[in-house]
């Protein structure tokens, strides 16, 4: 319930950064995180974690030699997160998504393996999500991962623009329901993950 009230507080602060009134379901934390190879994941970025639902998964799940760098620009969020988490591997950084390059090289990195985010693309401008994706897709290892959730296609087509394989789940178990994209930068990808035909 603490989570749920926090959450409905920063919203109405900052609508269109936050994107949602409720944090997502298990449901979806479940369907964001199927298709990550955790045993070969190294380093893990994690983009706009609010409550932190995801990341709580996604520590459950993580190799004991992974570090996980979880951007969360709203400060409410950024604290709570920064101070409940006091797992080493964790960074919480209170930073915009698109400067994830500068702080891979901080820790001693230059990409990362997987990209998880909740960013909400479609509220952002259009430069913003190009910065926001190119940023990524620099990022990323050539076998590397992004998923991304939404609650509309609106964004498929940019998306498309920076990563050859996109496959597309979906799950009515969370609300809004919502729109699972699984990327990767060559074709190479997609044998690693499950296509949903028709979407
Ligand atoms: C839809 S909420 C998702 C929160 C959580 N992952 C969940 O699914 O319940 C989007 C989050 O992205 C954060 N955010 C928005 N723009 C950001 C940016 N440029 N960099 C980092 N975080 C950002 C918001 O503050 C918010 O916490």
């Not at 820790?107 to 990524?136: Q, T, Y």
């Amino acid at each position: 319930m603490p989570n749920k009230r926090t959450f409905i507080q920063q919203f109405w602060k900052e609508k269109k950064m936050i994107g949602s009134m409720v944090p997502s379901s298990r449901f979806l934390a479940q369907k964001m995180l199927e298709n990550v190879d955790f045993e070969n994941a190294r380093i893990i970025v994690e983009l706009g974690p609010g409550t932190g639902v995801f990341t709580d998964l996604i520590i459950e799940k993580m190799h004991p030699d992974a570090q996980l760098l979880v951007f969360e620009l709203n400060e409410n969020f950024h604290h709570r997160l920064a101070h409940r988490i006091t797992d080493k591997r964790v960074h919480c950084i209170h930073d915009t998504a698109e400067k994830v390059q500068d702080y891979l090289k901080k820790i001693g990195h230059e990409k990362a393996d997987v990209v998880i985010s909740s960013l909400p693309l479609s509220n952002f401008s259009k430069e913003l999500r190009h910065s926001i994706l190119s940023a990524m897709e620099q990022a990323l290892q050539d076998t590397g991962q992004y998923i991304q959730f939404q609650y509309s296609l609106q964004s498929k087509k940019q998306i498309k623009q920076f990563f050859e394989t996109v496959n597309i789940d979906f799950t009515a178990l969370n609300f809004p329901p919502a729109f699972v994209y699984s990327c990767y930068k060559t074709a190479t990808g997609k044998k690693h993950s499950k296509a949903l035909n028709g979407i």
